[in-house]
């Protein structure tokens, strides 16, 4: 069982920066991919960037350039650092760990002020 506690949403100004932090607790041994997900009202929740446990990144083309996806392995954390960040970018922001079993954490807002 794998236990994830994001952190670090908030109130930003267009063009500011946000770090939001996932905290993972319990066998995350297991856990092949870590996401970011997020979704705006109205809309599906959509996949922001992902990162492999060997360490490979990938990103939405939205976010490519803005955002960056990295894990501190003996914090058991993953970050996600948000730069220019774009009233669009306006959601709730989830963890995802992806190890055969899907875990979720509970979601952080992120909110973008023109």
């Known amino acids: 069982q794998v236990h994830l506690v994001e952190s670090g949403g908030g109130l930003v100004q267009a063009g500011g920066s946000l770090r939001l932090s996932c905290a993972a607790s319990?066998?995350?041994?297991?856990?092949g991919i870590w996401r970011w997900h997020r979704q705006a009202p109205g809309k599906q929740r959509e996949v922001v960037?992902?990162?492999?446990?060997?360490?490979?990144?990938v990103y939405a083309d939205s976010v490519e350039g803005r955002f960056t996806i990295s894990r501190d392995h003996a914090k058991r954390t993953v970050y996600l650092q948000m730069d220019n960040v774009k009233p669009e970018d306006t959601a709730v922001y989830y963890c995802?760990?992806?190890?055969?079993?899907?875990?979720w954490g509970q979601g952080t807002q992120v909110t973008v002020s023109s």
């Open positions: 995802n760990a992806d190890g055969g079993a899907n875990y």
């Open positions: 960037a992902s990162i492999t446990s060997g360490g490979r990144a």
């Open positions: 319990g066998t995350i041994f297991s856990i």
